[in-house]
C-alpha cells in the first residue's frame, strides 16, 4: 500500500460544528426546475421502500447478515467471510462490476482480560480491553488506583503517578472531545510512569454498560495495558478518592496483536450511462467491533448504501454517472480501508463528483448533512425538499467534513454528505455488547434507504457535474 500522509486525522466519529443554512440560494431557473422534476422518481423510490415491493428489505438482508457473522473485526477470517457473502449479496441484486479491492489491515484479539477491587472492598471490576493494548504480564498488575478527570490534572499529579493504575473518570462532553481520553490516555500517562490505565466508557448513558474503542500509542512512549470501564465504576472510583480512600485493583489483561493482513473493501455499481467514469460515492464500514455485532456500528449504514442501489437498479434507473457502493474495511482500527483505497483512486478523484456515508446511525432520518460549499449546499436544499413524504427535508452544512473514513475527502477535496438522523442514542450502544438488530426500526431502515436512493440517484443524474467545494478550509490529502 502506498503511503498515505493526512494532515488532519478525523477520529472515528465525528462532531461538526453546524453553521446556519444559508438562505439567500441564487441557483439558476433551469437548475431549480430540472431538480423539481425528478419528484415523480423521488416519490416511486419513497413508496417502493416504505409501502412497496423492497419495504423491510434492508432490514430483512441486513439481520440476516448480522445474524449469521455476528462480529466482523479487522483481521480476522469472519470479516472476509461476511465480505464474500456482501459482494454476492450485490451481485444477486443485479449491482454491476461487483469486486473485492485489497487492503492490509490490522489484527488485535483480546484473549482473557479480568478485574479486582481490592480496596477498600474486594469486588468484581469488569473491563474491556480498548483496540491494540498491550497486556499486563502473566501474573497480573496490582497497584494503587489513582483517579483524574482531565489531562491537566494527570500533569498535576505527574510525581504521584508512578507505579500506579490510573483512572480517567473524564465527563462526557461529545464523542469528539471525550474520546481523547481513549485514544490517548494510556500514553498521556505511561509519561509519568503509570502501569496501566483505565478509561470511562465513552457514553453518556450507561447501564453499567462497556464500550471499547481503538485507542493509539505514542511513538516513544512506553505502551502500557488500557482497558475500559463503565460510567458506574468510574464514579465509584472517584467518590473513594474524594473520601480519602485508599482503593487497589488487580487486573490480569491478555491480548495478541498478529502481523497485518490482507483484507478487502468491497464495490459495487449501477454504471453511468453517459459519463460512466464520473463517479457519485455512497458507503458505510462492514467491519465492527468484537463486542455486539455491529447492527448499528456500522452494518445499518453499509447495508442502506449497497441496498439503495439495488432499489434504484430494480426501479430500471440508470444515472448519467455511476453510482458506486463502496463497504469500507477496517475502519474501526482507524479508516485503514479507506486509506488503501485513497491510495489507489488517488489519481482518479477529480471524477469523483460527491461522496457520501453514513457512519452514525440509521435511525429516523432527518435529511441531510453536508459539507458542499455554498452553491453545493443550496442544490442540496432543493434535493431534500422532495424527501417531504418522509419528512427528511433538513439540510445541515458543516465547517468542517461530514463522514468518518470519507472525512478527509470532505474535509478537503470532494463535496460530500452524511445522514442525518435521529441519532442522540447513538452513543448509548456504540462499540459494546448493546449494538445489536434490537437498535434498529425497520421502517427507519426503508426511510434511510429511500433518502440515500433519492439523493445519489439525483446528484449522479443531474446535466451538470455537482460543484467542487471552494469555499471551505482546505488540508491537503496526498498518496
Known sequence: MKKLVLLIVAPLIFCWTIVSVNSECNLPTNLIKEIQSYEEIATNIINSLTTGKYKGGTYNELAKFVDTFGARVSGTENLENAI???????????????????????????????????????????????????????????????????????????????????????????Y????????????????????????????????????????????????????????????????????????????????????????????????????????????GHIDSWDVGVGAMDDGGGAFISWYALAVLHGLGLRPRRTLRAVLWTAEEPGLVGWAAYNASHYNELDNFTFVMESDEGTF????????????????????????????????????????????????????GASLLNENQRYFWFHHSAADTMDVLDPDNLDKSTAVWAVVSYIIADLTDDFPRNRDQPRVKVVN
Open 176 to 283: 469528539g472531545t471525550s474520546v481523547a481520553y481513549r485514544s490517548h490516555g494510556a500514553s498521556e500517562a505511561a509519561r509519568f510512569g503509570a502501569e496501566a490505565v483505565l478509561i470511562r466508557s465513552v457514553t453518556p448513558f450507561s447501564m453499567s454498560t462497556l464500550h471499547t474503542g481503538w485507542q493509539d500509542y505514542e511513538e516513544g512512549v512506553v505502551k502500557i495495558p488500557t482497558a475500559c470501564i463503565s460510567k458506574e465504576d468510574a464514579q465509584l472510583f472517584q467518590r473513594y478518592q474524594d473520601r480519602g480512600q485508599k482503593i487497589v485493583v488487580r487486573l490480569h489483561l491478555n491480548y495478541t496483536r498478529f502481523e497485518d493482513s490482507k483484507s478487502r473493501n468491497s464495490v459495487g455499481e449501477i454504471q453511468g450511462s453517459t459519463y460512466p467514469d464520473k463517479v457519485v460515492l455512497v458507503s
Open 364 to 415: 429516523s432520518p432527518l435529511g441531510i448533512n453536508y459539507a458542499a460549499g455554498v452553491e453545493g449546499g443550496c442544490i442540496i436544499q432543493e434535493i431534500v425538499k422532495l424527501l417531504a413524504p418522509i419528512n427528511a427535508t433538513q439540510a445541515v452544512p458543516s465547517t468542517n467534513g461530514v463522514g468518518s473514513d470519507i472525512s478527509a475527502w470532505t474535509s478537503s477535496l470532494l463535496p
Open 84 to 174: 464474500d457473502y456482501a459482494l454476492a449479496l450485490m451481485k444477486q441484486y443485479g449491482l454491476e462490476n461487483v469486486h473485492g479491492e485489497e487492503a492490509l489491515v490490522p489484527h488485535w484479539v483480546r484473549n482473557e482480560e479480568r478485574g479486582e477491587i481490592l480496596e477498600p472492598r474486594k469486588a468484581n471490576l469488569p473491563v474491556l480491553g480498548l483496540g491494540s493494548s498491550v497486556g499486563t504480564l502473566a501474573n497480573g498488575i496490582e497497584a494503587e488506583v489513582v483517579v483524574v478527570k482531565t489531562f491537566d490534572q494527570l500533569k498535576g499529579l505527574n510525581t504521584t503517578i508512578k507505579g500506579k493504575i490510573v483512572v480517567f473518570n473524564e465527563d462526557w462532553i461529545t
